[in-house]
């Protein structure tokens, strides 16, 4: 949920849900870089993108860099497990992730996790605001400003240089 203030500035003013339905307050991840991406273990996408996910994060972890990774079913209900059971375990076991995976989430309707709505208003889309498919993603600088949105198939290698930048990294 947004903060009290009337419209939120950043993604720090919110919180979300963990995979155990605990309250995680994003100003957590102050000063980092973040890649927020919507998630599902049974798309076509999935082999490409969570293996591209898990080693640009183990190459700049150190530097700062956070994946902040949000399961979704809302596109051809390919992420129809509950969180705890099937998406945690097969995302941390079968590709190594070590970084974030939150509660489900929409990311479009009337029902979208609030996040998603100041993700999309913050960077519309080529074909407009809607999440178009799984693994869309955002890049958010270290103030929580969010800086830049990828398609689907836009592999997390090829948001490198992007990334980098931000980090201040050479």
């Known amino acids: 949920m947004a903060s009290q203030s009337s419209k939120p500035q950043s993604i720090y003013d919110f919180t979300v849900k963990d995979a155990k339905g605990n309250d995680v307050d994003l100003s957590i991840y102050k000063g980092k870089v973040l890649i927020i991406v919507n998630v599902a273990s049974q798309c076509g996408l999935t082999n490409s993108n969570y293996t591209d996910l898990t080693e640009i994060y183990k190459k700049y972890k150190d530097q700062g860099l956070e994946i902040l990774a949000f399961p979704c079913n809302q596109f051809g209900g390919q992420e129809p497990g509950s969180i705890e059971e099937s998406i945690q375990n097969m995302v941390c076991t079968r590709f190594k992730a070590e970084y974030p995976i939150f509660d489900k989430v ?9 996040l998603y709505k100041f993700l999309k208003s913050s960077k519309g889309g080529f074909f407009g605001d809607s999440i178009k498919w799984n693994f869309s993603k955002f890049l958010v600088d270290k103030e929580g400003n969010v800086v830049d949105r990828y398609s689907p198939t836009t592999t997390p290698a090829s948001m490198e240089k992007d990334i980098k930048k931000l980090l201040g990294v050479a």
């Not at 929409?106 to 609030?114: F, H, I, K, M, W």
């Open 106 to 114: 929409d990311v479009n309707g009337d029902n979208a996790a609030p």
